[in-house]
């Protein structure tokens, strides 16, 4: 049974830093890519950055390149995003996505709030 589990959510304030992770379980994790995505309310869920199986390439969004950083220990089955320089405008829930070809998996979810 495939599952993806995030945590480290919570209330920042801005400029604040937070570091998210996802422990992932129920197939080979260093065979997929895997992303962090974000969902403000009221807007469509967005890529926030990716990382090969391999750890050795990542690609951010725009408007999160210079703040996140994504990556991986494949020895623990778990991907991280730790989050600096905070903005009200990041806040949203954050997803953990993995996938291989047309395979693809999602975790439930963890809520980013950034607010003073």
């Known amino acids: 049974q495939v599952q993806l589990v995030e945590s480290g959510g919570g209330l920042v304030q801005p400029g604040g830093s937070l570091r998210l992770s996802c422990a992932a379980s129920?197939?080979?994790?260093?065979?997929?890519?895997m992303s962090w995505y974000r969902q403000a309310p009221g807007k469509e869920r967005e890529l926030v950055a990716t990382?090969?199986?391999?750890?050795?390439?990542?690609n951010y969004a725009d408007a999160v390149k210079g703040r996140f950083t994504i990556s991986r220990d494949n020895a623990k089955n778990t991907v991280y995003l730790q989050m600096n320089s905070l903005k009200p405008e990041d806040t949203a829930v954050h997803y953990c996505?993995?996938?291989?070809?047309?395979?693809?998996?999602w975790g439930q979810g963890t809520q980013v709030t950034v607010s003073s």
């Open positions: 996505n993995a996938q291989r070809g047309w395979r693809m998996y």
């Open positions: 990382i090969t199986g391999a750890g050795d390439s990542t």
């Open positions: 129920g197939f080979t994790f260093s065979s997929y890519a």
